[in-house]
C-alpha cells in the first residue's frame, strides 16, 4: 500500500462563526482515487474549500507529508494541488486559450506546457476546437472539460474535483468521467473528487469517505460500499 | 474655420489627457468597483515631483521616467499601507478614504511646493509640427505620448502573463487564487500602473493648465466624465470617452458657454449620460435576474 498523498486528521471548518466541518479523518493515497459522498448539504463542498484555504480551518492537513493547514490558497495551488472548485470557476470574459494559460499561470517549466497544450487537447477535443471563443459563451459541458483542462496544465498531484458531473447531461458525464480515469492512469494524478452520483464516483474510485453533517459517517474501500446493501440503501439511494 | 480647427486640435491634446486618466479610473474600477476620487491628486503630486526634479538640473526625459517608476512606487505603497485595510469595509469607507487621500495629496503639495501657480516644461518645443498652426508643439506631443500610454497598457493586458493575470483577478478572485495568482499583489500592481499612467496624464496636462496644487480637479472631472460616457467597465470606451470629452467640452466651451463656466460641460456629460445610457457607449448593460 502506498503512502498518503493527502492526509486530514481532525479537519474542522468554518463559515463565519458556524462550524460546518466537526473533526475529519481522511486520506487520498498517492496515485489513488478517493470519493466523497453524502447529501446535499453533508459538507462535501466545505471539505475541498477548507483544503484549499478558501475557508477558515483547522487541524492537521498534511500533503506529502508536510503540513499545509496554515497556507494561503494560492500557496496550497501552486504545491499541486488543483481545486475544480462547484460551479466550474470559469474566467467567463476570457477565451477558452487565456483560461487555459491561467492554468499553467506560475509554472517555471514553460517548455513544458507546450507539450501540456497538446495533451489537454487531446483529451478534450472541443476545446481545442473553441481556444479562441469566450469561455462563458460555452456549453455546461464544455466548462467543466475547461476547468479540469485548467487545472490539468497546473501540473498538479492532487487533482480535486467538486461535483464534476452537476447539471451535465448523461453523455458528457461520461465523457467527463472517461477523461478522469484516463488522468488518473495516465499521468498518475491523485483524485479527490466530491460527487453527489455515487454510482459513477464508486466506479472511479478505489476508497470512499461519506459524510453525514460535517462528520466521517463511513469510510473504506469502494467495492466494500458498492457490496453492503445497507449502506447502499440508506445512504446512496440506489 | 482657422479658429474652429485650432479648438479641435487643443481639445485632442486635452482629450489625451483626460484620456489616460479615464484609463487609470477604470483600472482601479474593474479591480474594485470604486472609483478613486484621488487620482487626480496623486497625478499632480507626481507632476510635482518632477517639476523638482527638473528643478533641480535633471534633463527632462529623466525626470519624466523617473516619476514614471516613483509613481509606480507610490501607487503599490498606497495600496498596500492605505487601502489594502479596507478591502472588506463597505464602499461609503473606501471612498471616505478616497477622499481623504486626495485632501492629504492637496494638503501635502501645497506644503511642500506652496500654492502659487507654476510654468512647467514641455519637452515638445519649438515649431508647430505639421507645419500649421493648429496645434502648438506641445499639444501635439502630448497626444502622440497619450496614444503611445493608450497602446502600451493595451498591449500589457492583451499579450503579457502578467497582464493576463491581473484580468483574471480582477474578473474572479476565486479561480485566479486556486491557479496559484497572489491575487492581493494583482491589486496592488494595478494602483502602482494607475499611479504611473496618472503621472504621465499629469506631466502632459502640467504645460496646458500650469502646475498648482489643484491642478487636476478640472482633470478628473472630465477624465470621469469621459469613463461614464466610454463605459466605466471597458478601457477602450473609457479612453475614446476621454478624447471626446476633450474635443466636446473644448468646442462648448469655445462656442456656448465661454471658457469660464467649462467645467460644467463634464458635469453635464456626466448627468447625461447617467439619465439616457447609464452604460455609456461601449459598457455593457448589466442585467441582473431576480
Redesign the interface.
Known amino acids: 500500500m502506498s503512502a498518503p498523498i493527502l492526509e486530514a486528521k481532525g479537519l474542522e471548518a468554518w463559515y463565519g462563526p458556524a462550524r460546518a466541518l466537526h473533526g475529519l479523518d481522511f486520506e487520498v493515497e498517492d496515485g489513488g482515487v478517493t470519493a466523497v459522498l453524502g447529501a446535499n448539504g453533508a459538507g462535501k463542498t466545505t471539505i475541498l474549500r477548507a483544503l484549499?484555504g478558501?475557508i477558515r480551518r483547522t487541524g492537521d492537513i498534511r500533503f506529502r507529508g508536510r503540513p499545509i493547514g496554515a497556507l494561503?490558497?494560492?500557496?496550497v495551488?501552486?504545491l499541486g494541488i488543483?481545486?475544480v472548485?462547484d460551479g466550474r470557476?470559469?474566467?467567463?470574459?476570457?477565451t477558452v486559450e487565456?483560461n487555459l494559460?491561467?492554468?499553467a499561470?506560475?509554472r517555471a517549466d514553460r517548455q513544458n506546457v507546450r507539450a501540456d497544450f497538446d495533451r489537454v487537447a487531446a483529451l478534450f477535443p472541443r476545446l481545442a476546437e473553441r481556444r479562441s471563443q469566450q469561455a462563458g459563451t460555452l456549453s455546461g459541458g464544455e466548462q467543466q472539460m475547461l476547468a479540469i483542462a485548467?487545472?490539468l496544465l497546473?501540473r498538479p498531484s492532487l487533482l480535486m474535483l467538486d461535483e464534476p458531473s452537476f447539471g451535465l447531461a448523461p453523455l458528457v458525464v461520461a465523457e467527463i468521467f472517461r477523461a478522469l480515469g484516463a488522468i488518473n492512469r495516465d499521468e498518475g494524478v491523485s483524485l479527490l473528487i466530491v460527487e453527489q452520483n455515487a454510482l459513477l464516483a464508486l466506479d472511479l474510485a478505489d476508497k470512499a469517505v461519506l459524510i453525514e453533517t460535517g462528520r466521517v459517517a463511513l469510510s473504506g474501500p469502494s467495492q466494500a460500499f458498492r457490496a453492503d446493501d445497507a449502506v447502499r440503501r440508506a445512504y446512496l439511494g440506489y | 474655420m482657422g479658429e474652429f480647427l485650432h479648438q479641435l486640435a487643443s481639445g485632442l491634446a486635452l482629450g489625451g489627457v483626460y484620456a489616460i486618466m479615464a484609463l487609470a479610473l477604470v483600472m482601479i474600477y474593474q479591480a474594485t468597483q470604486l472609483i478613486n476620487f484621488a487620482q487626480g491628486e496623486m497625478a499632480m503630486f507626481s507632476t510635482y515631483f518632477a517639476w523638482k526634479l527638473m528643478d533641480q538640473g535633471k534633463p527632462y526625459w529623466f525626470a519624466f521616467f523617473a516619476t514614471v517608476v516613483a509613481s509606480f512606487i507610490g501607487g503599490v505603497l498606497i495600496e498596500r499601507l492605505i487601502v489594502r485595510p479596507f478591502a472588506n469595509a463597505p464602499v461609503l469607507a473606501s471612498v471616505i478614504v478616497f477622499i481623504g487621500l486626495a485632501f492629504v495629496f492637496n494638503s501635502l503639495a501645497g506644503w511642500l511646493y506652496g500654492y502659487s501657480v507654476t510654468s512647467f516644461d514641455s519637452p515638445f518645443t519649438g515649431r508647430p509640427w505639421f507645419g500649421s498652426g493648429y496645434m502648438s508643439a506641445h499639444e501635439a506631443g502630448a497626444v502622440l505620448v497619450s496614444l503611445c500610454v493608450l497602446a502600451m497598457v493595451y498591449a500589457f493586458f492583451r499579450f503579457t502573463p502578467l497582464g493576463l493575470a491581473m484580468r483574471a483577478a480582477a474578473q474572479n478572485p476565486v479561480s485566479s487564487r486556486l491557479v496559484g495568482i497572489r491575487v492581493g499583489w494583482m491589486l496592488a500592481i494595478g494602483w502602482g500602473l494607475a499611479a504611473a499612467i496618472g503621472s504621465v496624464a499629469g506631466m502632459m496636462a502640467a504645460p496646458i493648465v500650469y502646475l498648482d496644487p489643484n491642478m487636476m480637479f478640472g482633470v478628473l472631472l472630465y477624465a470621469f466624465a469621459g469613463a461614464v460616457l466610454g463605459g466605466i467597465d471597458n478601457p477602450f470606451g473609457a479612453a475614446f470617452g476621454g478624447f471626446a470629452v476633450g474635443v466636446l467640452g473644448n468646442l462648448i466651451g469655445a462656442y456656448v458657454v465661454g471658457d469660464e463656466v467649462k467645467l460644467s460641460v463634464a458635469l453635464a456629460i456626466i448627468i447625461a449620460v447617467l439619465v439616457w445610457r447609464p452604460s455609456g457607449l461601449f459598457g455593457r448593460r448589466l442585467v441582473a435576474r431576480v
Do not use: I, K
Not at chain 1, 494561503?72 to 500557496?75: K, L, P, S
Not at chain 1, 470557476?89 to 476570457?94: K, Y
Open positions: 484549499s478558501l494561503a490558497t494560492e500557496d495551488a501552486r488543483a481545486h472548485p470557476g470559469t474566467f467567463v470574459d476570457l487565456e494559460r491561467l492554468g499561470y506560475v485548467r487545472a497546473m
